[in-house]
């Protein structure tokens, strides 16, 4: 600003450039817009597959084993006979509720330890710290493996499974970012004005942790669906002739050679949906920054 | 070097720079030209934006890959920057042009020793051998007064003091003993006795033969070394002379309104800004409604004492260390008490003290003649709204999820519990009172100019009708002007609303032109207290007089 601007013309800049600001924000980038897409359609999937499909995902017909992708048979058929673009799209329920409540489990027990750690007082910031760095010495799939073993192969134990050997780094993040806001300038500021500590918590700090939170819940549901397919190939997640994509990609996997197309189709849904909630996390982050 | 007589070591004439943002391009920069002779100092004066820095970078031709850079001339040491292959270009920065930044500490690698950076230069424009490079080093930060060279080579960036920083800057600007030195801002983030080492520095080279050219916003420090005063505005210069002659007998309006926006010497309750932001009595007394007689009866008297305040801090290591020592002031009903020190003497700490937002290990602070300090926060709540705070940074004292509208409104709801909520002031009152337009409310502070900021900041102060407010550093980052309207403003609030100011600074001038007392603080204890006048004129202390001396003043002390 000077000192002989007009401050019309001064407020007049200062508004445009907010405009400017608020457009490239609203912009949607084409990334976000095939994510978006992408996601529509495994949620279409998920809820209603048969909108999507004609044929039973476990209906066999021996007769039609092994055909290439066609017309009538868009992703080809497996060896039993069963048309494989069926049950991906089948596949798209147990893998996306995998992947939403191993992050929900995940996210609820780091968001239980990191607000102990960052909200209590130090004695219990350091028993917690210490805690998570003990998990954290363990790789989070030998944690999975770990738990699966004790408490036998399931679906729903490898849910419990993924959630629980995620829950340590969101934990860390959780903890820094009630941390930083606890110190930062705004909190004391609303304790001059004189609020109480629970207000405050109420009014600034849980609003300006969740909202990153809600990036990462995305960021992380990509990534739970990754490990439960990991898991599920491995045989100790949802068991064939369940059509769920990690135990597809198990069982296609001695016909590689022949049908291509038993391992091909899964792996990439499972891709594509853990790369667009990936980009829509990151989009999500992109837009809390730009605030 | 050629002789100066017949060409100026550097001669820019015509120089117009511009930034190709899409498809087209932005001049900021219209047809500045000066020129700039062996021994002298020619200091580009002007506020943020104004072009001064852009100018500079030019002249090494580092404006940016998207700058768009023409003049008519554009000469170092007779030759033509703009004709320079970039090979040239880079044995012209060093050899020919030393540059000195703001910030040491982002100008030098956080990882290599400092005496590897200054070796660096020896490296790049000359065959030196490494023991050859490594004695010069020695030398030059010997030259430039830091102590104990040896040790300092080897220390990272990180680990000096920004005083010390910002003389190793200069010792590899000047490695190859450049003709020219350009320095942006060399002595901005910086205390004033350790700027005044900087510029005794940089008058000294000056004095060798150097040619200076300083970047600054600051007249009084330009005041210091300059020979000659270019005043930018807009990315003109709009006006051009000797210094002399710019500080004491300005032609250009702008270069009048940029002095006496200068508080420097300037006695409380004059305007300082030429386009103050009117305030009418009848806006404030709507802001804090017509209830003067809510107000508790204040007699007068001190508001605010502290009595004998010590605090510790622990370092990472775990030792303590004192960084309130025994501190006591007053602050009476309606005046202002200035709180002055170099940074690291305890003032913030000090001011968060009397906050109660840091609990002292000694001593007591009472506020309205009540306790304050030794009650627990349930029991001070409810006096919460007599003690408001300004902070330098406003935006972190912003929560960043909300807009104008609703961080007043937040300190809007708080005041009403005692007001009874039927006269209370809205958002567009406040605004008001702070001189912005209403269409601010609902912007985000981020997207605010920092002195519509700090605006807001004194808006949300004010909504509780505090009797005290704590200013900490509340102009440090604006522009003089910007300063100016601010510091009017805060003055007029007083005087309408008759706040009592407890205004924490680390300059003299503001300090002096705000305060009818002062407390000098140094090493976490205050070393001298009196009225303004005493402090000012007759110090006592030792330390007040070497911050007194150390303090670059437009106009020569009488």
């Known amino acids: 600003m000077t000192l002989t601007a007009d401050p019309a ?53 021996p007769s039609d084993a092994f055909r ?64 998570l760095e003990v998990l954290f010495a363990f790789p989070g799939l030998l944690l999975a493996l770990l738990f699966i073993t004790i408490f036998g192969v399931g679906v729903v134990t490898s849910t419990i499974a993924v959630g629980l050997a995620t829950a340590p780094g969101y934990a860390r993040i959780i903890r820094t970012q009630i941390i930083s806001t606890r110190r930062s300038g705004y909190v004391e500021a609303a304790t001059i004005l004189g609020r109480s500590r629970r207000a405050v918590f109420g009014r600034n700090i849980l609003p300006n942790v969740a909202w990153p939170l809600l990036a990462l819940a995305t960021l992380g549901i990509g990534q739970a669906i990754v490990w439960a397919s990991a898991l599920s190939f491995l045989g100790l997640g949802a068991v064939p002739p369940a059509a769920e994509w990690g135990a597809m990609l198990s069982a296609g996997r001695t016909y590689m050679t022949n049908a291509w197309w038993l391992t091909f189709f899964p792996g990439i849904f499972v891709v594509l949906s853990a790369a667009a909630a990936t980009v829509l996390g990151h989009s999500i982050q992109r837009r809390n920054r730009e605030l | 070097m050629t002789n100066p007589a017949s060409t100026p070591l550097l001669d820019v004439q015509n120089l117009s720079v511009g930034f190709r943002t899409g498809g087209q391009t932005t001049e900021v920069v219209h047809d500045v030209s000066f020129t700039l002779e062996a021994g002298q100092c020619l200091a580009l004066v002007g506020e943020s934006g104004s072009g ?59 990882l290599r020793p400092v005496g590897r950076e200054i070796a660096d230069a020896l490296r790049l424009h000359s065959n030196s051998t490494a023991a050859q490079r490594r004695a010069r080093v020695l030398e030059l930060l010997d030259e430039v007064g830091v102590p104990q060279p040896e040790h300092r080579a080897r220390q990272r960036s990180g680990e000096l003091s920004g005083g010390l920083r910002q003389r190793a800057l200069i010792a590899s600007a000047i490695a190859l003993n450049p003709p020219l030195l350009i320095a942006d801002e060399p002595t901005t983030a910086l205390d004033a006795t350790v700027q005044e080492q900087i510029l005794k520095l940089l008058e000294r080279l000056k004095n060798d033969g150097t040619a200076v050219l ?61 386009t103050p932001i009117r305030l009418s009595e009848r806006q404030l007394r709507a802001v804090v409604g017509a209830e003067t007689d809510a107000r508790p009866p204040f007699a007068g008297g001190v508001v605010l004492e502290a009595s004998n305040l010590v605090k510790h801090y622990r ?89 104008v509208r609703e961080l007043l409104t937040d300190a809007l709801t708080f005041g009403q519990a005692w007001r009874g909520g039927s006269q209370s002031a809205g958002v567009a009152e406040l605004l008001d009172a702070v001189g912005l337009p209403s269409h601010v409310a609902d912007r985000r502070p981020l997207h605010l100019s920092g002195g ?33 309207q601010v510091l009017d403003m805060l003055d007029e609030l007083q005087r309408v609303l008759q706040l009592s100011y407890l205004f924490i600074s680390h300059d003299l001038g503001v300090v002096q032109h705000v305060s009818d007392t002062v407390a000098v603080m140094s090493e976490g204890r205050i070393v001298e207290t009196g009225t303004s006048e005493q402090i000012f004129t007759d110090p006592q202390h030792d330390y007040t007089r070497r911050l007194l001396d150390a303090a670059p003043r437009l106009s020569p002390v009488e």
Not at chain 1, 69 to 83: I, M, N, Q
Not at chain 2, 248 to 260: S, V
């Open chain 1, 9 to 61: 013309t001064v407020e007049q800049s200062t508004a445009e450039r907010t405009h400017r600001v608020s457009r490239r924000r609203m912009r949607l980038r084409p990334a976000e817009l095939v994510s978006g897409i992408v996601l529509l359609f495994l949620l279409v999937a998920a809820v209603a597959p048969q909108l999507l499909t004609f044929y039973d995902p476990l209906a066999i017909q």
């Open chain 1, 68 to 131: 290439a992708p066609s017309l009538l048979h868009w992703f080809g058929t497996d060896e039993s006979g069963r048309d494989v673009y069926t049950r991906v799209i089948y596949g798209a329920r147990s893998s996306l509720l995998i992947g939403v409540f191993a992050t929900i489990i995940g996210l609820g027990l780091a968001l239980i330890l990191g607000a102990i750690a960052g909200l209590g007082s130090r004695p219990v910031d350091f028993a917690v710290n210490r805690l």
């Open chain 2, 52 to 110: 001064k820095s852009v100018t500079a970078r030019s002249i090494i031709g580092l404006a940016g890959e998207r700058a768009v850079t023409s003049a008519d001339r554009l000469a170092v040491n007779g030759s033509n920057v703009l004709d320079l292959s970039p090979s040239r270009l880079r044995r012209l920065r060093g050899a020919d042009v030393g540059f000195v930044l703001q910030d040491a500490l982002v100008s030098l690698d956080p």
């Open chain 2, 214 to 274: 300083l970047i600054s916003h600051d007249l009084a420090v330009v005041n210091r070394i300059a020979d000659r005063i270019a005043v930018m505005n807009d990315g003109r210069i709009v006006e051009e002379g000797p210094a002399e002659r710019i500080l004491h007998a300005p032609a250009h309006e702008y270069t009048k309104q940029l002095i006496r926006a200068v508080p420097t010497g300037r006695p409380r309750g004059t305007t300082l800004s030429a």
């Open chain 2, 315 to 403: 370092n990472p290591d775990g030792s303590r260390r004192l960084v309130v020592d025994d501190v006591s002031f007053a602050l009476e009903h309606g005046t202002t008490l200035g709180l002055v020190g170099e940074s690291g003497s305890g003032k913030t700490t000090t001011a968060r003290l009397a906050l109660g937002v840091v609990a002292p290990e000694a001593g007591s602070i009472r506020l309205l003649g009540e306790p304050w300090s030794e009650l627990a926060e349930k029991q001070r709540r409810p006096n919460r709204r007599r003690i408001g705070a300004i902070y330098q940074d406003p935006l972190g004292s912003f929560d960043p999820r909300w807009t």
């Open chain 2, 452 to 484: 519509q900021r700090q605006r807001v900041a004194i808006a949300r102060a004010l909504a509780p009708d505090p009797e005290v407010i704590v200013c900490d550093e509340p102009v440090s980052a604006l522009d003089v002007s910007v300063q100016a």
